[in-house]
């Protein structure tokens, strides 16, 4: 699991590690991306300022880069990037949604209202 430093939540910590979970559950080889900032030739998530990017990381740079605001979307981001299909990644979204739901439902902090943009 990726290990963040005290620079994001526990709410934002909990849902990454609920997607590293539904990315490797789901079969994508966990050298295809990375949780927390620049690497080699993987799907990178990244937190920056007061937002979240998602890029590929490439010969030290980083390519096709999108912004977000919040972390569910970048999420949802990475999600599209890695599915092979749309039926995995509606598949992969679907899972990552029931496990926060749960999370929420059992009184822990969690996105409480999540939809596919």
Request: with cysteine; net charge negative; glycine share 6%.
């Amino acid at each position: 699991m990726t290990n963040y430093p005290a620079l994001i939540s526990r709410n934002e910590q909990n849902m990454i590690q609920k997607m590293e979970l539904t990315l490797k559950t789901n079969g994508i080889p966990p050298y295809y991306f990375h949780l927390g900032g620049y690497a080699e030739e993987c799907v990178c998530l990244e937190r920056r300022n007061n937002g979240w990017e998602v890029y590929v990381g490439e010969r030290g740079s980083h390519f096709d880069t999108t912004g977000y605001d919040e972390l569910l979307l970048a999420c949802i981001e990475v999600f599209d990037r890695l599915a092979d299909s749309d039926s995995q990644f509606q598949k992969m979204l679907r899972e990552y949604r029931y496990s926060l739901r749960r999370e929420s439902a059992r009184g822990k902090s969690a996105e409480s209202h999540i939809s596919a943009p």
